[in-house]
């Protein structure tokens, strides 16, 4: 079982930066594919970014160059980078841990992107 602990979602206007944290409680994190999700109200959970063990990284098309993940394998951590924010970027982000078929989620952080 892997626990997953996102930190640093809060309010931002439009145009700001955030920068997401996921703290990961397992000794094998590198070997899992690490990711950041998020679900705006009314709408399903969609991926944001992925990082795979081996560096690689994908983004959704929205992301637009604006986001960046990253990995920091000797702390268990996964960061989202999250730069010129618009509204529509509102809600919660989720970490994702990924091998294979098994998936372990976090509980989210909220997002609010408004003047």
């Known amino acids: 079982q892997v626990q997953l602990v996102e930190s640093g979602g809060g309010l931002v206007q439009p145009g700001g930066s955030l920068k997401l944290s996921c703290a990961a409680s397992t000794s094998m994190f590198s070997i899992y594919a690490m990711g950041w999700y998020r679900q705006a109200p009314g709408k399903q959970r969609e991926m944001v970014a992925v990082?795979?063990?081996?560096?690689?990284?994908f983004y959704a098309d929205f992301v637009e160059g604006r986001f960046t993940i990253s990995r920091d394998n000797t702390k268990n951590t996964v960061h989202l980078q999250m730069n010129s924010l618009k509204p529509e970027d509102t809600a919660v982000y989720y970490c994702?841990?990924?091998?294979?078929?098994?998936?372990?989620w976090g509980q989210g952080t909220q997002v609010t992107v408004s003047s």
């Open positions: 990082i795979r063990s081996g560096g690689s990284t």
């Open positions: 994702n841990a990924a091998r294979f078929s098994v998936n372990y």
